[in-house]
């Protein structure tokens, strides 16, 4: 079985309007689970975590909700074939509130007018495909608190404890949504950037990931979530 785990939390017209399209994009035959983190400060980990727990899908992919890309089922395929995980894309395209708007209404993404210009994507975020036993070993750390650097020190802690993984060749497209509140562009708090560059020191040094990661080992909890029939 695969399950796509979406961490979600509503409230925003813009990320729920993305949501309801790219919702539908999904093969049907595939399990949708959307899973939210407990009240209080956004962190991404305690979505993800108890629902990476919960599944029985031997195959998990881990899906923002305001992204899509065509190279989901070729990610599939590899790690089917062997690969401990993939990421489906190569590099970024975040497209303007009117180039959204305009896939919304059924046009190509290609052409649209871009928030920015497109842009290599971070390896452990928008989409992770994996294994259940490699997700469960190598969990998101939920001392990320609001937005950044938590995919990004995810990316970094996989590579090094689950190898290096299989990577696609297509494009991620991002909606458009008005940005979250964070300390810069590049960084989400001075708590997020000073533990990422553990995460970083501890790159392709796996008994320093290790020792990383059991740090908060106790520390994430429970999510709701609910299923799409």
Known sequence: MIEVIVPWRGGCPHR??????????????????????????WVKALAVNPAIR???AGIIIVADADCWTDGLERAVEAVRSGASWAVPHKGVVRLSERGSEAVYRGEPWEGQ????RPYGG??????VVAHREVLL???????????????HSWG????????????????????WHPPQERLARKWGSKESKALFHRYHAAANKPDHMRSLLHE????????SDDHRP
């Open 16 to 41: 729920e309007r993305a949501w309801e399209h790219v919702r539908e994009l999904y093969p049907t035959e595939w399990k949708l689970t959307v899973a939210s983190p407990p009240e209080g400060p």
């Open 54 to 56: 919960s599944s029985s």
């Open 113 to 116: 007018p871009l928030a920015e």
């Open 122 to 127: 971070v390896i452990g975020g928008g989409f």
């Open 137 to 151: 070993s190598v969990p998101m750390d939920p001392r990320f608190k609001g937005w950044g650097q938590e995919d």
């Open 156 to 175: 970094l802690a996989l590579h090094t404890l689950a190898g290096r993984p299989w990577r696609g060749m297509a494009h991620l497209v991002h909606f």
């Open 216 to 223: 908060f080992a106790s520390t994430d909890q429970p999510a």
